[in-house]
C-alpha cells in the first residue's frame, strides 16, 4: 500500500515544467488517510454492532450505484464541481456501505 500511495504522489508531486507540486501530494496522502481512518472506523463498527446489516444493504448498495452512474453520465456534459463534490460524497458512502456489509 505504501508504494502505491508513494508512486501516486510522485505522479502528482511535479508539474510538467518541472517544478515541484506540494498541492498534488498533499492532496493524495489527506486522501489515503482519510480512507484509512473511514476504513478502521468502519471495520470497528462492524465487528463490535449487533445489528444486522446484511438484509437492507443489497437494495440500497444498487441504487445508490444507478445514482451513481446517472450523475457521472450527467457529469460529462455538464462539468460542474458541486456536482463532482456530490459524486465524490456518493462514493464515499458507497464504499462505507460495501465495507459494512462485507464486514
Do not use: E
Amino acid at each position: 500500500m505504501s508504494y502505491l500511495v508513494s508512486a501516486i504522489c510522485a505522479t502528482y508531486g511535479w508539474h510538467a515544467d518541472g517544478t515541484q507540486n506540494k498541492i498534488g501530494q498533499s492532496i493524495v496522502l489527506l486522501a489515503a488517510f482519510m480512507t484509512f481512518v473511514m476504513t478502521a472506523a468502519i471495520t470497528f463498527y462492524a465487528c463490535t454492532t449487533k445489528d444486522d446489516i446484511t438484509l437492507c444493504g443489497t437494495g440500497m448498495i444498487v441504487v445508490l450505484i444507478i445514482a451513481l452512474l446517472c450523475l457521472t453520465i450527467m457529469l460529462i456534459f455538464v462539468q460542474s464541481p458541486a456536482l463532482l463534490a456530490i459524486i465524490i460524497c456518493l462514493m464515499l458512502i458507497i464504499y462505507g456501505f460495501f465495507l459494512l456489509y462485507d464486514t
